[in-house]
């Protein structure tokens, strides 16, 4: 733990007041997510710009550093220091980046939802991903989770337009959510998160309100949790890695319903469970 | 128009039929959207791997060349081939693109909904554009926009998680819409085909069903669309953009609801036609 990076805690406003006119002309004020560049440096070199909520810049520099495999351990990070006053975060690592410039080089432009930029040979890493077979997900702590995600405050509430991701043990207790205006960040900021604290994927279960594209299939296998959900669908190449790294990947989950696209062999179904729950009233 | 690029119009299956578990058990079958790799080669040299739904690669690859500012004009592209059969398309300059290296080094990893990689410094562009003030949009054709989006055959209604976007006349006709799983990538196959067919964005009308985050306000923007509306909502640098460039911004588009955001002197509110739109049911 003497080895545990010193971390800022920057905080600032997630939300704007902004003033709208509906369809009958009237005038009202609305909440809107915040939306700022995060520049990252590392040991003084820019990397990149990511454009963020803010409501977790430590942590979705920690996990982007992660998820991009440009840091091969959270040991090798010295410092995060973020300062929103020019929008921007120092990295300070123990003995540099080895050929940073060859790992940034080569891009693929994902699409979540848009053109998230993944560097490297991630899908290369897929086939090395083994996830816990013995690992299981009842029906009754799937509902636990949708339940869960439900009913936590969140700047959806307040604001809309942004996306959360929930990381759960295995009872389906939330350990972490973070919310952030692309959901890649929302997922890395998880990672940060896990990578930071030693926190283990095989016996957890993570929620996304964001779709199941190739992208987020990817970054849950390398986090090594074998449950993946959604609020939203899948894509074809969502579930075709999901198959492929044998993935427990369930979309659609609202109130009661839920469709279960792989890795059946880890769920539980729990037909008494079904109509045991008033509470969760079908989105 | 003998200068026109020679483009191949590549066709795929957009969807794939997977077979799912409800929350009951019971064993189903659904669509889901395409999600593919398509690695964009320019001279031969490899540039970026997009992904992509497929349905129109050749409009993605003009678009991503001209949003990322990678080739100034359509007359400086001689041809662009699509080949599913590999993943890739071969876009052919004429006299090749300078300094293509400076232009693609700089990241700002955006997020629409993800981490959309967008090179170069579009930011700084976004002061020299100027939207006609003289354009006007009534409540009357916001509406037909509407429906128009409602009505319009989809991947969506078959198979959902893909976001669409749609060009307008002034008078509300649909010119183009277009489909993919990520939604900057259906804005910049708009922009391709914009680009293509020499369309102006002055007297147009762009309909997306992504969230307003400042990546898409910059790219309508850079297309001289001076209106700009979405089922969802906007983000704080998205409506700031929006202000900055003086485009009118209206969210959550649905039904007979909207918000006007920015740019409202452009907007004719016309009461008269509020209650006199039976078909459009709220969404």
């Known amino acids: 733990m003497s080895r545990r990076p010193l971390l800022s805690s920057a905080s600032i406003a997630l939300t ?4 709208v006119l509906d369809e009958r002309g009237r005038r009202s004020t609305i909440s809107i997510p915040a939306e700022r560049p995060l520049t990252v440096y590392v040991d003084k070199r820019e990397l990149v710009t990511l454009m963020t909520l803010g409501a977790a ?3 979705l520099t920690l996990g982007y550093l992660r998820n991009q495999r440009l840091v091969r351990s959270i040991d090798d990070i010295a410092s995060i220091q973020v300062d929103w006053q020019v929008g921007a975060v120092a990295v300070t690592t123990r003995e540099g980046i080895d050929n940073i410039e060859a790992r940034t ?3 693929v432009v994902t699409t979540g939802c848009g053109q998230g930029s993944v560097f490297g040979e ?3 890493e897929v086939d090395d991903i083994a996830l ?3 690992a299981r997900l009842t029906q009754s702590t799937l509902y636990r989770v949708v339940d869960a995600i439900r009913t936590h405050p969140s700047i959806y509430k307040q604001a809309g337009s942004v996306h959360g991701c929930g990381l759960f043990s295995a009872e389906g207790e939330l350990l ?4 952030d205006v692309g959901r890649h960040n929302a997922v890395d900021s998880i990672a940060g998160r896990m990578w930071l604290d030693g926190i283990a994927g095989g016996d957890k279960v993570f929620y996304t309100t964001g779709r199941l594209t190739s992208e987020m299939v990817i970054k849950g296998a390398q986090m090594g949790i074998p449950f993946l959900l959604s609020r ?3 894509t074809q190449m969502g579930h075709t890695v999901a198959q492929r790294v044998g993935m427990t990947l369930l979309a659609r989950c609202t109130g009661k319903h839920f469709l279960l ?3 059946k062999e880890r769920f539980v179904f729990e037909p008494e469970w079904f109509d045991a729950l008033p509470g969760l009233a079908a989105r």
Chains 1, 2 share one sequence.
């Open 16 to 19: 704007e007041a902004v003033e």
């Open 57 to 59: 810049p430590e942590m």
């Open 105 to 107: 080089a080569k891009r």
């Open 122 to 124: 991630l899908m290369d």
């Open 132 to 134: 816990p077979e013995a």
């Open 176 to 179: 972490t959510f973070i919310e």
């Open 232 to 234: 939203s669908g899948t």
């Open 261 to 263: 696209l792989s890795g």
